[in-house]
Every structure is written in C-alpha cells, then in structure tokens.
C-alpha cells in the first residue's frame, strides 16, 4: 500500500500562485496518481490526474489553464502546481494513488485506494 505525504498547502490572495507536493512511497498496483479537493460543505472533486508511466495527463475543467500537474522522474514526487488561484479554489487538497482502469475515471475518487492526509488551501478575495 502507498503511503501519501501532502506539503505546500496555505493562505494565499487571488490571483496568487502555490505549490503542492505529494510524496509517495515505491508501490506495485498504481498506474494513476491524482489531486483531489474538498471546498468547504461539498463533495471531494478531483482535479488533476497522471499516469505514472505515460505521463498522460487529466485536467478538471474548472481548473484547465491554471492547474498543472506533474510527477519526477523517480515517480516518487507527484506536483499541483496552481496558478491565478481564485477564492473558490479554497478547500483540502488530497494526494492518491491507485490502480485505475480507464483514463475516463482518472478523476473519480471511487477509483483510487490510497489517501494522503490532506492540505489546506485558502484563498482570499
């Protein structure tokens, strides 16, 4: 089972850039990592995804353009780098790991098996 660390969650204003890091552990059953999040009072709703091997990446529409996601070479570092953050852009941000069949549940969260702890991100108007 792959172990999930979260970093570089914060307070940032609008229109403002973070960082996020997850880092994983070595594990055998994982072709999709991806970034999730949780406003405050909704649902979990996934916003990034990438294929460990391909590369290929997914990207939520309410973030395409402004949201990048990337992973090094390794596989071991897994990046959200979020730009022109926007106040509904607030809300925990969560690491995953899983085994995923089809490129088109790269962001349901049904579909992945291991969870990092989570981070904050915060942004105001």
């Known amino acids: 089972q792959a172990q999930l660390v979260e970093s570089g969650g914060g307070s940032v204003q609008a229109g403002g850039s973070l960082r996020l890091s997850c880092t994983s552990s070595?594990?055998?059953?994982?072709?999709?990592m991806a970034w999730f999040r949780q406003p405050p009072g909704k649902e979990r709703e996934g916003v990034a995804a990438?294929?460990?091997?391909?590369?290929?990446?997914m990207i939520a529409d309410s973030v395409k353009g402004r949201f990048t996601i990337s992973q090094t070479d390794d596989k071991i570092t897994l990046y959200l780098q979020m730009d022109s953050l926007k106040p509904e852009d607030t809300g925990m941000y969560y690491c995953?790991?899983?085994?995923?069949?089809?490129?088109?549940?790269?962001?349901?969260?049904?579909?992945?098996?291991?969870w990092g702890q989570g981070t904050q991100v915060t942004v105001s108007s």
């Open positions: 995953a790991a899983g085994f995923v069949y089809s490129w088109r549940d790269s962001l349901n969260s049904t579909k992945y098996e291991n």
């Open positions: 990438i294929h460990s091997r391909s590369g290929t990446t």
């Open positions: 070595v594990s055998t059953g994982v072709n999709w």
